[in-house]
Protein backbone atom coordinates (compact mmCIF):
# COMPACT_ATOMS: atom_id res chain seq x y z
CA UNK A 1 0.00 0.00 0.00
CA UNK A 2 1.36 3.75 -0.65
CA UNK A 3 1.41 6.17 1.75
CA UNK A 4 -1.70 9.29 1.30
CA UNK A 5 0.51 11.48 2.53
CA UNK A 6 2.68 11.92 -0.76
CA UNK A 7 2.57 15.17 -2.66
CA UNK A 8 5.20 14.56 -4.68
CA UNK A 9 6.37 11.63 -6.84
CA UNK A 10 9.15 10.83 -9.48
CA UNK A 11 9.01 7.85 -11.20
CA UNK A 12 11.65 9.20 -14.16
CA UNK A 13 13.48 6.69 -16.50
CA UNK A 14 11.42 3.95 -15.95
CA UNK A 15 9.91 1.49 -18.24
CA UNK A 16 6.03 2.48 -18.30
CA UNK A 17 4.41 2.26 -21.46
CA UNK A 18 0.77 4.14 -20.52
CA UNK A 19 -0.84 5.95 -17.82
CA UNK A 20 -2.94 2.73 -16.54
CA UNK A 21 -0.27 0.76 -15.37
CA UNK A 22 0.35 3.43 -12.79
CA UNK A 23 -3.15 3.71 -12.13
CA UNK A 24 -3.34 2.99 -8.20
CA UNK A 25 -1.59 6.52 -8.01
CA UNK A 26 -5.11 7.34 -8.67
CA UNK A 27 -5.76 6.97 -4.91
CA UNK A 28 -3.01 9.49 -3.78
CA UNK A 29 -5.74 12.17 -2.59
CA UNK A 30 -2.62 14.45 -1.44
CA UNK A 31 -0.64 14.18 -4.41
CA UNK A 32 0.37 17.63 -6.46
CA UNK A 33 3.29 16.61 -8.28
CA UNK A 34 4.34 13.34 -10.35
CA UNK A 35 7.02 13.29 -12.65
CA UNK A 36 6.98 10.75 -15.71
CA UNK A 37 10.14 12.11 -17.67
CA UNK A 38 11.75 9.54 -19.77
CA UNK A 39 9.95 6.62 -20.02
CA UNK A 40 8.50 5.02 -22.64
CA UNK A 41 4.71 6.51 -22.50
CA UNK A 42 2.64 6.25 -26.16
CA UNK A 43 -0.72 5.74 -24.61
CA UNK A 44 -3.05 6.43 -21.66
CA UNK A 45 -4.48 2.49 -21.90
CA UNK A 46 -2.59 -0.60 -22.12
CA UNK A 47 -4.06 -1.84 -25.54
CA UNK A 48 -4.80 -5.06 -23.78
CA UNK A 49 -7.22 -3.89 -21.64
CA UNK A 50 -8.94 -0.72 -23.64
CA UNK A 51 -12.26 -1.21 -21.86
CA UNK A 52 -10.81 0.29 -18.75
CA UNK A 53 -12.51 3.67 -18.51
CA UNK A 54 -12.23 4.87 -15.06
CA UNK A 55 -8.65 6.59 -14.94
CA UNK A 56 -8.97 9.80 -12.81
CA UNK A 57 -6.36 11.46 -11.10
CA UNK A 58 -6.95 13.47 -7.67
CA UNK A 59 -8.01 17.16 -7.98
CA UNK A 60 -4.77 17.88 -6.03
CA UNK A 61 -2.60 16.62 -8.41
CA UNK A 62 -1.63 20.06 -10.82
CA UNK A 63 1.96 19.72 -11.86
CA UNK A 64 2.69 16.81 -14.27
CA UNK A 65 5.86 16.23 -16.02
CA UNK A 66 5.51 13.71 -19.53
CA UNK A 67 8.68 14.83 -20.92
CA UNK A 68 10.93 12.54 -23.09
CA UNK A 69 8.47 10.26 -23.40
CA UNK A 70 6.90 8.51 -27.18
CA UNK A 71 3.68 10.62 -26.95
CA UNK A 72 2.59 10.44 -30.74
CA UNK A 73 -0.81 11.74 -31.27
CA UNK A 74 -3.39 14.97 -30.18
CA UNK A 75 -5.40 12.51 -29.02
CA UNK A 76 -3.65 11.29 -26.20
CA UNK A 77 -3.25 15.38 -25.21
CA UNK A 78 -7.05 16.08 -25.63
CA UNK A 79 -7.37 13.65 -22.96
CA UNK A 80 -5.07 15.07 -20.08
CA UNK A 81 -7.97 17.16 -18.90
CA UNK A 82 -10.27 14.69 -18.07
CA UNK A 83 -7.25 12.25 -16.52
CA UNK A 84 -5.84 15.40 -14.49
CA UNK A 85 -8.60 17.28 -13.51
CA UNK A 86 -6.49 19.76 -11.35
CA UNK A 87 -4.35 19.84 -13.70
CA UNK A 88 -2.30 23.47 -14.63
CA UNK A 89 1.16 22.77 -14.68
CA UNK A 90 2.62 20.48 -17.66
CA UNK A 91 5.79 19.82 -19.11
CA UNK A 92 5.77 17.96 -22.14
CA UNK A 93 8.48 18.32 -24.12
CA UNK A 94 10.48 15.76 -26.22
CA UNK A 95 7.56 13.82 -27.41
CA UNK A 96 7.47 12.70 -30.82
CA UNK A 97 4.05 13.94 -31.83
CA UNK A 98 5.85 17.57 -32.34
CA UNK A 99 8.49 16.07 -34.31
CA UNK A 100 5.43 15.78 -37.20
CA UNK A 101 4.26 18.46 -39.03
CA UNK A 102 1.23 20.60 -38.01
CA UNK A 103 -1.15 18.95 -40.74
CA UNK A 104 -0.94 17.86 -44.68
CA UNK A 105 0.31 20.83 -46.72
CA UNK A 106 -3.14 20.89 -48.93
CA UNK A 107 -4.80 21.94 -45.60
CA UNK A 108 -1.99 24.43 -44.29
CA UNK A 109 -0.88 25.45 -47.38
CA UNK A 110 2.66 25.09 -46.29
CA UNK A 111 5.74 22.41 -47.15
CA UNK A 112 5.34 19.77 -44.67
CA UNK A 113 7.96 19.91 -41.85
CA UNK A 114 8.25 19.58 -37.97
CA UNK A 115 6.03 21.56 -36.07
CA UNK A 116 8.45 24.71 -34.08
CA UNK A 117 8.33 25.25 -30.83
CA UNK A 118 6.16 27.97 -30.94
CA UNK A 119 3.29 25.90 -33.01
CA UNK A 120 3.73 22.79 -30.35
CA UNK A 121 3.24 25.38 -27.72
CA UNK A 122 0.00 27.10 -28.69
CA UNK A 123 -1.43 23.50 -30.43
CA UNK A 124 -0.71 22.60 -26.95
CA UNK A 125 -1.98 25.27 -24.36
CA UNK A 126 -5.18 25.42 -26.76
CA UNK A 127 -6.62 21.85 -25.85
CA UNK A 128 -5.76 22.21 -22.19
CA UNK A 129 -8.06 25.65 -20.94
CA UNK A 130 -7.26 24.71 -17.51
CA UNK A 131 -2.85 25.16 -17.75
CA UNK A 132 -1.20 27.79 -16.16
CA UNK A 133 2.43 26.91 -17.51
CA UNK A 134 3.43 24.93 -19.80
CA UNK A 135 7.10 23.37 -20.40
CA UNK A 136 8.59 25.96 -17.87
CA UNK A 137 7.02 29.22 -18.77
CA UNK A 138 3.71 31.07 -17.58
CA UNK A 139 0.79 30.99 -20.08
CA UNK A 140 -0.25 34.82 -20.29
CA UNK A 141 -4.03 35.51 -21.77
CA UNK A 142 -2.12 36.78 -25.25
CA UNK A 143 -0.48 33.04 -25.38
CA UNK A 144 -3.67 31.61 -24.65
CA UNK A 145 -5.77 33.70 -26.91
CA UNK A 146 -2.97 33.49 -29.73
CA UNK A 147 -2.65 29.79 -29.50
CA UNK A 148 -6.89 29.38 -29.45
CA UNK A 149 -6.95 31.79 -32.49
CA UNK A 150 -4.39 29.10 -34.77
CA UNK A 151 -5.43 26.29 -33.39
CA UNK A 152 -8.77 27.42 -34.40
CA UNK A 153 -7.50 28.45 -37.88
CA UNK A 154 -6.34 25.86 -38.25
CA UNK A 155 -9.50 23.62 -37.54
CA UNK A 156 -11.28 26.60 -40.69
CA UNK A 157 -8.21 25.30 -43.04
CA UNK A 158 -8.97 21.42 -42.53
CA UNK A 159 -12.65 22.13 -42.40
CA UNK A 160 -12.58 24.39 -45.97
CA UNK A 161 -10.21 21.13 -47.64
CA UNK A 162 -12.92 18.98 -47.07
CA UNK A 163 -15.85 17.97 -49.38
CA UNK A 164 -18.75 18.87 -47.30
CA UNK A 165 -20.25 15.69 -46.85
CA UNK A 166 -17.08 14.39 -44.94
CA UNK A 167 -17.31 18.62 -42.73
Keep these: ???????????????????????????????????????????????????????????????????????????????????????????ISGNSLYDQPVGPSHITGVPEKPMTVDEAYMLTLSRIGSLQMLNYGKITPKDRNNGELYYLSLIGKELSASPETAE
Design 1 to 91: PLSNTITRLTLENNDLNNLSSIKSLTSLSRLEHLSLRGNNISTIYDTDNTSDTTLQFPRSLHSLDLSRNKIATWDFINHLPSLFPGLDTLR
